[in-house]
Nanobody, 119 residues
C-alpha cells in the first residue's frame, strides 16, 4: 500500500504565498507522475498541476505563472509553491501519485489540506 500525506495548507491573504508538501510512503517500488488537484466547496475535483518522474511539468490555465510544482525523487515527495494567491484559489488541495506496489500500478491519493485565501 502507498500512503500520501499533505501538509502546508492554511489561511493567507490575497497576494500571499503558501508551499504545500506531500510525502509518499509505504511499500512503493516506483513512482511515475505526481499531481496536485483541488476541490472548492460545491465544485468537482479540479486538476491543478502535474510533474513526470523526469521533471516535466504541466499546469492548469488558472494557475499558470503563479504556481510551481516540483518533486524530490529521493524523498518520494512533491511540492506546490503557490504565489500571488487569489480568493478563488480557496479549496482543499490533494496530492496524487502513480505508484507501483509489488507489480501493480495504481494512483494513490492524500487526504487533502485546506487552503483559504482571504480578500
Amino acid at each position: 500500500q502507498a500512503q500520501l500525506v499533505e501538509s502546508g495548507g492554511g489561511l493567507v491573504q490575497a497576494g500571499g504565498s503558501l508551499r504545500l508538501s506531500c510525502a509518499a510512503s509505504g511499500s512503493i517500488s516506483s513512482i511515475n507522475n505526481m499531481y496536485w488537484y483541488r476541490q472548492a466547496p460545491g465544485n468537482g475535483r479540479e486538476w491543478v498541476a502535474s510533474i513526470t518522474s523526469g521533471g516535466s511539468t504541466m499546469y492548469a490555465d488558472s494557475v499558470k505563472g503563479r504556481f510551481a510544482i516540483s518533486r524530490d525523487n529521493s524523498k518520494n515527495a512533491v511540492y506546490l509553491q503557490m504565489n500571488s494567491l487569489k480568493p478563488e484559489d480557496t479549496a482543499v488541495y490533494y496530492c496524487a501519485a502513480d505508484t507501483r506496489v509489488s507489480f501493480t500500478w495504481r494512483t494513490a491519493w492524500g487526504q487533502g489540506t485546506q487552503v483559504t485565501v482571504s480578500s
